[in-house]
């Protein structure tokens, strides 16, 4: 049964964990089964945050074995060396560098926009992406999220799928 492991990370105060949570809720809703672990570390300080988000059928653990995720996000490019390990031979790795400087609204929608660009190799609809946005946002956080949400679809249009992978 596939298994697609995601692992995202940064540093506190970047929305790594409202991220994971957008992530989740979108495979949530498309009928999949979900788990989420977090590593929060020194957060509040501007630490390293880590979560692990794992997708499929069926899903046995929260966390990503090391050298075992389909997808790293990295929303600070002090943090891409740091976790590159966590990333398996093939899969994909999608850093800030990918939004140029400027191009969002609100720079405080990174994640969401690096998270548009995920969207491109993902088996998730817009719609049900667009809906998650719609759920774990207040309204007046829509329209700002949901240009994050596209910009990030556009610049991630050359993104390749990661093969698949059979897990456990």
Known sequence: MAVTNI???????????????????????SGLQVKKSE??????????????VRIGKQVLSPMVPMGEADFLMVFESTQ??????WLRPGGVLITPDLIPEGELKNRKSLNVALLGAASMVMDFSEQEWVAAIHQ???????????????LGRKLGAGLSRPE???GV
């Open 39 to 52: 590593v929060h570390g020194m957060s509040q300080r501007g630490g390293s945050v880590t979560t692990d």
């Open 80 to 85: 891409v060396d740091l976790n590159l390990g």
């Open 164 to 166: 698949v992978i059979e």
């Open 7 to 29: 692992v995202l990370a940064g540093l506190g105060g970047q929305g790594v964990v409202k991220a994971s949570d957008l992530l989740s809720t979108t495979a949530f809703s």
């Open 136 to 150: 774990c946002f207040p309204p007046k956080l829509h329209a700002v999220n949901e240009h994050a949400f596209a």
